[in-house]
């Protein structure tokens, strides 16, 4: 019996050998072929297809045109746009969708191929998995977090003040929300105060109320945060920021937990949780005389430090995904992909601004996007071109050049992991050079 090469093999043979779907159709947008997959996913037989729509038979309830006429139209091939489609009898399916334009002998466009597959049990595994990732409304599977994830519930059933150190963006007030929502204290009040908005007259009243009298002004009596606070959480964000006599009344609360209201002798006892929060280097502050260390010992009982974006990309999609979800309901629109593009700027992209910087990016993206993908025109200009922020940057320091150089040295550190070989081979210096334009340059991990 003679055996078939790859060569003597129809295509057609191929196509209904594999278990994706596979449906072409022509310039009419009529379906001209579907393969046995298609027909058992859809609920079709082939001959009910042919001659239909692909809008009618297979069309993507989260897309605004048909995705293989978009191909056509375009000459894009998308890939692994996820969408719903229903079957025959109304059923919806999960399916991850490519699409590519056909070609005739001469080059012409002359129709398009759409290969979809069903990922309902992908669908399963990522919600169980969402369980792994997602503490109260915060969202991380990188190692860090997760140690984060470990130790919440323990330090939420306790009374301990917390200290949530880290960059401005990185997510402390959701922190502090899930300290206090898995606490005993859930059913009391959450009272947040954001210090460093505040002046440090106007701030000793906010937190300690005051008496009619106590200063100009104040017509009449006002009861304080801690009051407002007793039997549940105060939230004290940028802690960093208070006054060394704000302080002082501070440390008294924490240790004896009572205080005078401002203007008054008469002591108030209160009942209260303290969680703090900063984004500066209190140890720093406490070298220069700005912040009481028996206060910061007396605060950091339970320190948590959040990373940075930049130190746990790998949570990057899956915040992408969840700010989609949100903005899309907030915004009513229904953009469900990004392409692979942008997924590659946003990857590569050092947020200063952290995680709450990701959302202003998506929530710009999805205000622009009049389609269901992301594409890079979307995206705010300095992201796509990141470069220009340097250089602007640096013109407004007065060693410009030095300015550039150091955030060169900076770069490479961070992307080598700070392992000083790599990095030196990666500028193509020696160690010793590296050491010492680090020191010149004045930077420290």
């Known amino acids: ?14 196509l209904e050998s ?24 859809l609920g079709y037989k082939k001959e009910e297809i042919v001659g239909m729509s692909c809008a009618q038979v297979a069309g993507c309830d989260t897309s605004y045109e048909c995705l293989l006429e978009r191909t056509i139209k375009t000459g894009e091939n998308l890939s692994n746009i996820e969408c719903a489609i229903k079957d025959k009898g109304g059923r919806v399916i999960p399916v991850s969708i490519n699409t590519a334009i056909i070609r005739g002998n001469d080059g012409e466009v002359i129709g398009g191929v759409e290969i979809f597959r069903d990922i309902s049990q992908i669908k399963i595994l990522t919600e169980e998995l969402k369980g792994r990732y997602l503490f109260d409304n915060i969202i991380g599977k990188n190692f860090r977090m997760q140690e984060i994830y470990d130790i919440l519930p323990d330090v939420a059933k306790t009374k301990s003040t917390v200290l949530i150190e880290g960059e401005s963006g990185t997510g402390k007030e959701l922190i502090a929300h899930a300290v206090h929502q898995y606490s005993p204290r859930k059913d009391g ?38 009051e407002l606070a007793n039997g549940g959480t105060i939230f004290l964000d940028e802690i960093g920021d208070i006054s060394l006599s704000t302080q002082i009344r501070l440390l008294r609360v924490l240790q004896e937990e009572e205080f005078e209201r401002v203007g008054d002798t008469k002591r108030i006892k209160v009942d209260v949780r303290v969680i703090a929060a900063t984004n500066k280097d209190l140890k720093k502050a406490i070298e220069r005389g700005d912040f009481r260390q028996d206060l910061y010992y007396r605060l950091r009982v339970v320190p948590i430090y959040l990373p ?26 229904r953009v469900n992909n990004i392409s692979p593009m942008v997924m590659e700027i946003l990857m590569n992209y050092d947020y200063p601004g952290n995680i709450r910087e990701l959302e202003n990016i998506i929530e710009h993206a999805l205000i622009l996007c009049q389609g269901n993908t992301i594409l890079p025109e979307h995206l705010p200009r300095d992201i796509v071109h990141p470069e220009n922020l340097v250089v602007d940057a640096a013109l407004e320091e007065e060693e410009p050049l030095k300015a550039i150089e150091r955030e060169l040295f900076v770069k490479v550190l961070e992307q080598t992991g700070w392992n000083h070989k790599k990095a030196s081979d990666r500028l193509k210096i020696s160690r010793t050079t590296l050491w010492r334009k680090i020191k010149a340059l004045g930077i420290e991990k």
């Not at 019996?1 to 191929?14: C, F, H, L, P, Q």
């Not at 906010?206 to 009619?212: A, I, P, T």
């Not at 700010?323 to 907030?330: C, G, S």
């Open 189 to 226: 009040p959450f009272v947040k105060v954001n210090c460093g908005a505040l002046a440090e007259g106007i701030l000793e009243s906010e937190l300690f109320g005051h008496v009619r009298g106590a200063f100009t002004g104040a017509i009449s009596s006002r009861i304080g945060r801690f």
């Open 308 to 333: 940075r974006l930049r130190e746990r990309k790998d949570d990057i999609p899956l915040l992408i995904n969840h700010f989609l979800r949100r903005f899309n309901a907030e915004i009513g629109k």
């Open 18 to 41: 594999i278990n994706d779907g596979v449906l072409s159709i022509g310039l009419d947008k009529k379906i001209n072929y579907v393969n046995r997959a298609a027909e058992r996913l």
């Open 1 to 14: 019996m003679a055996i078939k090469t790859a060569g003597d093999i129809d295509s057609e043979v191929i």
